[in-house]
Structures are given as C-alpha cells and as structure tokens.
C-alpha cells in the first residue's frame, strides 16, 4: 500500500516533468522509454523502464514500476537471467519478495559501509525483520542516494587531503592487509582519519607528518565520503576502526594471534576485551591497560606489552595523543601492527552505546555522538565538520590535491 499510495502521488506531482522527460526522449532518440527484461517476485520477468537519451532523469521512469508493482521501493536488487544462472540455490529465497528501487546492499554500498556480501546482506533484510521496516529503509535509501554520490566518479588508489594519503580500498582488503603484516613479521604503523583528524593534521605539523610516515591510514566517516564528493571522487569504503575491530577479532581467534589493548579508563579495555572473547571464544586477549599511566611508568607498560606476546597492539588514548606514542615508541615495541583507534574500547566496553544502523546508513552516527556527549562534541562536529569542508573545498580550487 505504501508503495502504490506513493508512486501514485509522486506521478501525479510530476506528472509535468516525466512528460517532458518523454517528449524530449522521443526528439532525441525516437523512442520514449528503454525496457530490460528483469526478474522479479517468484523469478516473474518484468521490464524495468528508463527514459531514453543522454539527458539526466532517466531513471524517473521507474516510478511506473512501482505504480504497477514490478518494483518495491525498498527491497533486495532485482536481477537478469543470467545473474540468476550465477545464483546459489541457498539465495533463492530472495524471489520471495518484491525487489527493491531501494537495495540494503546498494544503499550500504554508498555510503561505504557494504563489508559483507550481497547474498549476506539480502539475507539480513530477509529474515532480520528488515522487510518490517520497509519505509525507513525506503527513506533511508533517498538520503543515502543523495549523500553516497555519483558512482560514475573516478575511484583512485590512494586519496589526498592536504598531504597526507589514504589509502582508498575495502575492508577486505584492509583485513588481509594487516593479516599479510604479521605473516611476515612486519612491524607497521596503521591509522584511520576522520574530519577531525584531518583538521588538526592541518595545523599540527608534528601528527601530519606522523601520519605521512605511518605504513597505512585509512578513512573513517561520512565526512570523508563528502569530501572525496567535493574532489570529484568516490571513496570504496569506510574503514573506520570501530567496524574493523570485531572483524580483525574474528580472524585473529582464527589464526590464534595475540591481541593488547592498551588506552581507556581502568576497566574499560578488560570489558571490551572480555565481550569480544564472548563473540569469539577462541580469541588470545594478551594482556589489557588503561591510559592512565605517568610517564615514568611507562616503560613498564612498553615491558609488559612486549612480554604478552602479542602481535596487534590496539591503543586508544585519542587523536593525536595516541599517534604521537605509537611513533615515539614504535621501535620500542614488539607487536607486528599498532594501531590507534580513539575510543573504540568505550564501544565494544558498553559504556557508550554506538548509533543504530539505520542512522550510519544515513551517515548521521555523528549526530549521534554529539547528542551522547555535546559538551565533549559540539566543537569536533558543529565547528570542525563546516571548517573540513570549507579546506577542503579551498584545496579543490587551489589544485592541492
């Protein structure tokens, strides 16, 4: 009903503009609509309409697909016959529902936040209760459109923001990348940059060139994803430390590698250490520390780590608190990858409940934040977010990049 209700309103509110749209179509092809033949509920063909011609407005032409239910707004991506030949028999379940305008997988895509498969994805929607929220998500889906960018935009290897790279590449592919370090016994500094980071590498020559020498930095944040926009360019993914954490847990249980976690109040980094060995049983948690330590003891810090043998050291003291120790003790440490990742431990502790999914597929987790802690946030978010994307702005007109 929602589906109808509201294609059938937005036709009749556009209806001056798909006319257009069509007639423009005729006078510069000859034809009004392009159909692909499709395959929707129960594997049923379908053709899925577009406006003819080079000119924008071409997909208008699918609200007719969901007026006469072809189409949801919301749902898993209708596919081609010869997608369908490709599809394992554990997929099918998929055609039980009417694809989707809107796919979860192609919205997460957008904003960078598509870690796991397609199959896996559909799978969630499915039987997760997804389909239950069929306008949110439908919603979703038009913020996500407008916020995730233009997939046409060029996909570079590495992203630039006043000096410092970033390496632009999937999870996966950060995940084997760290895997990759310790099966070669390589010691390596890894980072992530958010806006805020950003800003203050702008100013803090020290953290800017620390992150310049760091073996790996990688994005974090909707902020980058519009920054990239703004360079005409598209960002793969956002690999931010909080979502790789529970991942990069997974395959150290996997391969039996020993985890520090070193930042935090006290306790804190235990908690968190305890709830990913109760996800992950097999899990080597080596030892765990607070941030709270004088400079004096720290030595023994650097001791005890070393003595736990671990190979991945995760310390959470903020930015650039934490850069700025991993760098001035990097050859003092023994662990293969070190790497900085803020309040993490607060996450996956408890103490501080991370945003609903819905709003990280909208790119708002940090108005979330800001609304958990405003006194702590306001600066970071109200001032520092504008002023990344007025630098930002300032290095695609004064050719920086």
């Known amino acids: 009903m929602f589906d109808l209700v509201s294609s059938l309103v937005l036709v009749l509110l556009l209806f001056p503009l798909l006319l257009l749209r069509g007639i423009i179509a005729y006078l510069q092809t000859g034809h009004v609509l392009k159909r692909q033949i499709q395959l929707g509920r129960f594997q049923n063909e379908f053709e899925r309409l577009s406006f003819s011609g080079s000119l924008p407005g071409k997909s208008l032409a699918v609200l007719l697909n969901v007026l006469r239910g072809d189409l949801s707004w919301a749902g898993p991506r209708p596919m081609t016959h010869e997608e369908l030949l490709n599809l394992p028999t554990n997929a099918l379940f998929r055609f039980d529902i009417t694809p989707g305008v809107i796919s979860p997988y192609l919205l997460r895509k957008k904003m960078g936040l598509a ?42 290897p590495m992203l630039n923001f006043w000096g410092v790279n970033i390496v632009n590449t999937t999870m996966l592919e950060a995940l084997d990348w760290v895997e990759y370090q310790i099966e070669k016994k390589k010691k390596v500094l890894l980072a992530f940059v958010n806006p805020d980071c950003l800003n203050i590498a702008y100013t803090n020559t020290h ?63 235990d908690f968190a250490a305890k709830a990913m060995q109760k996800r992950y049983p097999d899990l080597i948690v080596a030892g765990v520390h607070d941030g709270y330590f004088t400079p004096e003891q720290e030595s ?49 502790s408890g103490r501080i409940k991370r945003a609903p999914v819905w709003m990280r597929e909208v790119g708002l987790e940090w108005t979330w934040r800001l609304l958990q802690e405003p006194g702590r946030m306001w600066r970071r978010y109200i001032i520092g977010n504008p002023l990344f994307l007025y630098r930002v702005w300032l290095q695609s007109h004064q050719g920086e990049k």
Request: net charge negative.
């Open 300 to 348: 023994q810090v650097i001791e005890m780590i070393n003595k736990s043998g671990a190979v991945i050291l995760f310390v959470g003291f903020g930015v650039p608190k934490q850069e700025l120790w991993l760098a001035r003790n990097r050859e003092l440490l023994e662990p293969n990858v070190c790497l900085g990742v803020g309040g993490l431990f607060d996450f996956y």
């Open 207 to 269: 953290y800017r060139a620390i992150l310049q020498a760091a073996d790996r930095v990688l994005p974090d944040g909707i902020g980058i994803n519009i920054g990239c926009r703004m360079l005409n360019e598209s960002l793969m993914a956002n690999i931010n430390g909080t979502d790789l954490f529970p991942r990069l847990c997974e395959r150290a249980a996997k391969n039996r590698h020993g985890l520090f976690l070193l930042g935090g109040m006290p306790g804190i980094a």
């Open 115 to 156: 870690y796991d498969d397609e199959l896996m994805t559909d799978r969630e929607f499915y039987y997760g209760g997804a389909v239950k929220e069929h306008v949110g998500l439908s919603l979703r889906g038009v913020v996500g459109s407008f916020l995730g960018g233009n997939e046409a935009r060029v996909v570079p």
